[in-house]
């Protein structure tokens, strides 16, 4: 008996002793429990997915939501009775119209249907849910036209016909110019000086589409637009063609009143944001200024070709 009270009392004796546990508090039961499904690849922002969504994202964003361009680079797509009615009067090139078979016809499917007969489009009548297809946002009232891609001049086959024309060569370059309706401008004002053709780069800038056609008014079919994969290259080529690279920028080291653009000329645009990129400018011969009065810092890209175009057509008239 003795003994066994001894036991029981070094028992008692040893738990005073140890005391009560501490707790994890919680954090292993925690560390157990599942964290959810892994995020995918364009949720995780360090991740190149992400940046890559967000690019195309952001394209989206910057296009017409009556303009849809095919991803494999096919045709185009202008959808809507207003812009396809507009693009079949400005004679932008088509290859079908498209027509929803229960659609509602009134002044302007009458007009397109009437107008793509008589150039020869084809005439297509298809299902809503073919058009639905053709524009994701579904704002296409029941018409689509379909454009096709545009193609472009080779920079070297532009400057060789500049040369072997009657006139010496004037040429527009554009930099950082994003809007179709700017390079469309920039088209209609080249044709309308004597220009001889526009030199576009292939990445980051506007590209023919219908809203440069129809904003051209029709100039884009008679003037040749060049595509340069390297801007500052193909610039540089063409200075050693005997060009001079002209510049278009506010704080420029000759004004147009100053300057001689009765030679061969390449004018150099850049956007009314980011004016001309840093490489771009480097490789001009002169950094050309328009004047201006009162407080307006700058023209609109598509203004000022315009205005620079006007004031070397006149030197060349009495040249």
């Known amino acids: 008996m003795a003994g066994n009270s001894q036991r029981k009392g070094a028992v008692r004796k040893e738990g005073s002793k140890k005391g009560q546990s501490v707790g994890s508090g919680g954090q292993r039961r925690r560390g157990l429990e599942g964290r959810g499904a892994t995020p995918k690849a364009e949720d ?10 967000k690019a195309t994202a952001k394209a989206a964003a910057g296009r017409p939501r009556n303009q849809r361009k095919s991803e494999d680079g096919g045709p185009e797509y202008v959808l809507g009775r207003n812009p396809v009615v507009e693009c079949l009067r400005a004679k932008v090139p088509a290859t079908a119209l498209y027509v929803m078979t229960s659609i509602e016809a009134d002044e302007r499917v009458r007009e397109a249907v009437q107008t793509a007969g008589d150039r020869g489009i084809s005439i297509l009548e298809v299902g809503k849910p073919e058009l639905d297809r053709m524009s994701p946002n579904g704002l296409h009232q029941g018409l689509a036209l379909q454009v096709p891609e545009y193609r472009y001049a080779h920079p070297d086959d532009l400057m060789a016909a500049a040369q072997a024309s009657s006139q010496r060569p004037l040429i527009v370059a554009l930099d950082n110019i994003t809007d179709p309706r700017n390079l469309g ?99 001009c011969d002169s950094i050309l200024s328009v004047p201006m009065a009162g407080d307006v ?3 609109n890209a598509s203004v000022a070709a315009g205005v620079v175009l006007a004031e070397f057509a006149r030197q060349r008239r009495l040249a």
């Open 44 to 53: 995780r922002v360090y991740h190149v997915a992400h940046k890559k969504a």
């Open 185 to 283: 401008a920039v088209i209609r004002s080249v044709a309308a000086f004597g220009g001889h053709g526009v030199l576009i780069p292939q990445r980051r800038s506007a590209g023919v589409t219908a809203v440069t056609w129809r904003t051209s008014a029709g100039a884009a079919a008679r003037l040749p637009v060049a595509q340069a994969p390297n801007l500052t290259r193909t610039l540089v080529e063409w200075a050693k063609s005997g060009a001079q690279i002209v510049g278009l920028d506010a704080g420029g080291d000759v004004t147009l009143d100053e300057y001689d653009g009765t030679g061969p000329v390449v004018v150099v645009v850049g956007s009314e944001g980011k004016g001309l990129s840093r490489l771009v400018r480097e490789t």
């Open 297 to 299: 810092e700058s023209l």
